[in-house]
């Protein structure tokens, strides 16, 4: 099946620098990806959508100035968090969906990064 | 968007049949219902979808009632590494975006 990788798998960084997560399509390649913020013993929580080669749409209360995403190839997207505080301590999801073959349209998700601010 | 219900918990026995419920009253003609589910400290995985008729994979089946309001995952024989959340989820169209609700946590007891 379709492999979508995140790296790092977790970070801790500390308060008011930028982290960077970066989201990989391994083995299709994915016009589309999107990225989810999930707290602790709640749902993921879409954050925004990412197109290849345009800007990001971001859902409604996202700060886009905060939440930084660039969606460079079809392989690749990343997100960086700026300036960073201890609320954005959250697990981040990315998942990318595959637009050709037989599983057209399937989403795809990554296995998550946990970000600890300090 | 469609709204959908589904039991916060529930419990089955190892190797026994699970049937997770979800109302979904509100769907469109038209909407998928997709399931998804999440390990403990893992990202979703898709798990099976459908449209009208009921549908099988490897991993489960998808029994959708005939006016398409509810919809049940059938594991056939769950096992403990089944626990997970399952999100069941209808979008308008096949390349819609993922919306997450609540979910139904299971619980498998060895």
């Known amino acids: 099946g379709a492999v979508v990788s995140q790296h790092p798998s977790w970070v801790i960084c500390k308060s008011g620098t930028s982290v960077k997560i970066e989201c990989r399509s391994l083995?299709?390649?994915?016009?589309?990806m999107f990225w989810y913020r999930q707290f602790p013993k709640q749902s993921l929580m879409l954050m925004a959508t990412?197109?290849?080669?345009?800007?990001?749409?971001?859902e409604q209360g996202v700060e886009k100035d905060k939440f930084l995403i660039n969606h460079a190839s079809l392989t690749l997207s990343t997100l960086t968090v700026t300036s960073a505080h201890p609320e954005d301590s959250s697990f981040y999801i990315c998942?990318?969906?595959?637009?050709?073959?037989?599983?057209?349209?399937?989403?795809?998700f990554g296995p998550g990064t946990r970000l600890t601010v300090t | 968007d469609a709204k959908t219900t589904q039991p916060n918990s529930m419990e089955s026995n190892e190797e026994e049949p699970v049937h997770l419920p979800c109302n979904h009253s509100?769907?469109?003609?038209?909407?998928?219902i997709h399931w998804y589910r999440q390990l403990p400290s893992q990202g979703p995985e898709y798990v099976i979808h459908?449209?009208?008729s009921n549908v099988n994979n490897r991993m489960a089946s998808l029994a959708i009632a005939e006016d398409r309001k509810s919809s049940t995952l059938i594991l056939h024989r769950a096992t403990l590494r089944d626990a997970a959340v399952y999100y069941c989820?209808?979008?308008?169209?096949?390349?819609?975006?993922?919306?997450f609700g609540k979910g139904t946590r299971l619980h498998i007891l060895p």
């Open positions: 998942s990318a969906r595959d637009w050709q073959g037989p599983n057209a349209y399937e989403q795809y």
């Open positions: 083995d299709f390649q994915a016009t589309t």
């Open positions: 990412s197109n290849e080669g345009s800007k990001a749409t971001y």
């Open positions: 509100t769907i469109s003609g038209t909407d998928y």
């Open positions: 459908g449209l009208t």
């Open positions: 989820i209808p979008t308008v169209n096949r390349d819609d975006k993922i919306i």
